[in-house]
């Protein structure tokens, strides 16, 4: 929105010029749904709060612990970042991209389905929320909605293309397979990230460092200077999905401050599918879906356990690890909460490292 009345004007408030530039409106995405967090936030936990009652209903089979410890939180706080995130958005990019509109489509379509699952949790007082194939068929069918824009706005030499890390003339042509391929990509991040979020501030941080690594990404693949010279496939109007991501990680910031342990509130599946999902689905657009994989790689160990631990107890009826998600197998070993989350914090920034490098090793 200011990049539209304000950088118009530059002609006679030549001042107004740096709205023209993408990392001077990212700068501002970030401020504003930090400072969004940060005078709302108290508001929007104290207003959960007395709608809750008794906070998020806590899992009679996860940790015993977080009974006692969690007991009372109240959950639905990704409002919060999703409030920071559509704000910081809509002030600073150039809503005539529309990347930015599908970003923001998935983004807050897999939000709206997580607040009915974290809805129907707190009004009937129970850990479960939307039935679990509901919950996909919503997913999937706006992914669905996503795939085919984002296919049809591609250009002819991208569309339907699967890009190669490491690799920098290999593409795949997935023909009709893309629109199912990048359907999978955003429902399978969103719900990677859910699962993750199950301790104060796990889930957020990494998500933290992930948006930033595509914001970068997404800025360099879309100025075909940088792009030739990386040798990454160019994407024309990529580089104002960075905006969006800027957005993305001030309002996790924002909300980190309110949810580090001891959290004062969770952001539940309203923040943690649509955060997944809106890292997927500017995968999917600048053509890094398998550096996603590498990237959000905590993610992927978490979902890997999870079906690693079901399949296992199914078949021989032994469990793999002690409990799954991954981290509460090393709660149940004896680590302390804190312990489990800066060490993933710091596996996550070290795998986002290693997708970058894929920049440079081609």
Request: charged share 10%; proline share 4%.
């Amino acid at each position: 929105m200011l990049y539209h009345l304000l950088y118009p004007l530059s002609a006679d408030f030549p001042a107004f010029n740096v709205f023209r530039y993408i990392t001077f409106r990212s700068g501002g995405a970030v401020l504003t749904a930090l400072f969004l967090c940060f005078v709302f936030g108290p508001r929007i936990i104290d207003w959960l709060r007395s709608k809750q009652g008794k906070g998020q209903p806590i899992r009679e089979d996860g940790p015993q612990s977080h009974i006692v410890t969690k007991q009372g939180t109240p959950t639905m706080g990704g409002f919060m970042i999703l409030i920071g995130l559509g704000v910081g958005t809509l002030l600073w990019a150039d809503l005539s991209n529309r990347y930015v509109w599908i970003c923001l489509f998935v983004t807050m379509g897999f939000g709206a389905v997580g607040f009915i699952d974290d809805y129907l949790k707190v009004t009937r007082r129970s850990s479960k929320g939307i039935a679990g194939k509901m919950k996909l068929v919503l997913q999937f069918s706006i992914a669905a909605a996503a795939s085919v824009a984002i296919s049809l706005l591609s250009t002819d030499a991208l569309a339907n293309q699967l890009a190669v890390p490491f690799a920098k003339a290999v593409l795949i042509n997935l023909g009709w397979l893309f629109v199912p391929f990048a359907m999978l990509v955003m429902v399978g991040a969103s719900n990677a990230v859910n699962l993750t979020d199950g301790l104060d501030g796990l889930a957020t941080m990494p998500v933290i460092i992930a948006a930033a690594t595509f914001a970068l990404l997404a800025y360099l693949v879309g100025y075909s200077t940088f792009a030739e010279y990386l040798q990454v496939h160019y994407v024309p109007g990529a580089s104002e999905l960075a905006v969006f991501m800027a957005a993305l990680i001030g309002g996790c910031l924002g909300f980190l401050w309110f949810n580090a342990p001891p959290a004062m509130v969770f952001m539940g599946d309203t923040g943690s599918l649509a955060l997944g999902g809106a890292l997927g689905t500017v995968a999917v657009i600048i053509k890094h879906e398998l550096v996603l994989v590498i990237v959000g790689g905590l993610f992927v160990l978490e979902t890997v356990s999870v079906i690693v631990q079901v399949i296992s107890f199914k078949t021989t009826g032994k469990r793999v690890f002690r409990m799954a998600p991954l981290h509460h197998h090393f709660e149940q070993k004896g680590w302390a909460e804190a312990t489990i989350v800066v060490r993933f914090w710091i596996i996550a920034l070290i795998l986002a490292l290693i997708g970058l490098s894929t920049l440079k090793l081609r």
